[in-house]
């Protein structure tokens, strides 16, 4: 089995890389493949998976991804830095079990009239303006829903629920679920501007286009990188047909990680 890892600049994981890579070469049944590989393992935090993501976008759909957590956060991480034997066991005797997440599609319309760009978000998308508030109308299925006016909006995969959704009071979703979220940012609301004031959630047969009334100054993001600083027409948010896949050699369940990850354990004791 072809492998890639990918792994930030710190000490720590390039320790674990160096010594994950090491294993896999001496392994028969294993091989090391940064250009076609069939499992990609990330060495680092959250932001280091989503960078791995993106590295392997275009080939996203024959790959499974694998997280080492060598970091303060690590969501989408499954293993710790100490565990490096134990996962190349589980890839020398992998069966190609995985667990697959719903990504966001993104399509942007400029009002120059040049062809649209789009993007693939594993955890979000937003749409901010430079400066002041942001003006925009909400279509939903091409059916306008609401005119909002705040910081922002941010559109999130139920996987990315958990991320920069959650800071801005969007709900959480189990990524079994086939959906995707819209939440406000700092919504302003008077007699002019009227915005339900609630996280939407927005089914397969749905989508969202966001219309901003000062379309030059505007700042599109793809978790978290600026993908577009051009006048904006228009954004469209769908649920994507590809899906982000994770070997499942014992991926974590989702409510426990939600707890571990914002609660910790509870000590009984005190």
Not at 74 to 103: A, I, K, M
Not at 121 to 140: F, R
Not at 222 to 244: F, L, M
Request: include cysteine; charge should be negative.
């Amino acid at each position: 089995m072809k492998i890639a890892i990918y792994s930030n600049l710190g000490e720590s994981s390039n320790i674990v890389a160096t010594s994950l890579k090491k294993k896999i070469e001496e392994s028969p049944d294993l091989s090391i493949d940064g250009l076609n590989p069939e499992i990609v393992i990330s060495v680092g935090g959250d932001g280091t998976l989503l960078s791995a993501f993106h590295h392997y976008q275009d080939i996203s759909d024959r790959i499974r991804l694998v997280g080492i957590h060598t970091g303060h956060l690590g969501f989408y991480t499954d293993w710790r830095d100490y565990e490096v034997s134990e996962l190349v066991n589980s890839l020398e005797h992998d069966n190609g079990q995985s667990v697959t997440y719903p990504l966001l599609d993104i399509k942007v319309n400029y009002v120059n009239g040049g062809p649209s760009d789009y993007g693939l978000a594993l955890n979000e998308s937003t749409l901010k303006q430079i400066s002041g508030s942001m003006v925009a109308d909400v279509y939903i299925k091409d059916t306008l829903f609401e005119s909002f006016r705040g910081d922002g909006l941010c559109v999130s995969t139920p996987s990315g629920s958990t991320a920069y959704n959650k800071s801005v009071g969007g709900a959480i979703i189990n990524p079994t679920l086939n959906a995707i979220q819209m939440a406000e940012i700092s919504s302003i609301n008077n007699r002019v501007f009227r915005t339900l004031g609630s996280p939407l959630i927005i089914s397969p047969d749905e989508w969202v286009k966001v219309v901003p009334k000062s379309a030059n100054r505007t700042i599109l993001t793809c978790d978290h990188q600026i993908i577009s600083k051009e006048a904006v027409e228009s954004v469209e948010y769908r649920i994507s047909k590809r899906r982000i896949a994770f070997a499942q050699y014992r991926h974590t369940q989702f409510w426990r990680r939600v707890s571990n990850s914002f609660i910790g354990k509870v000590n009984l004791d005190d």
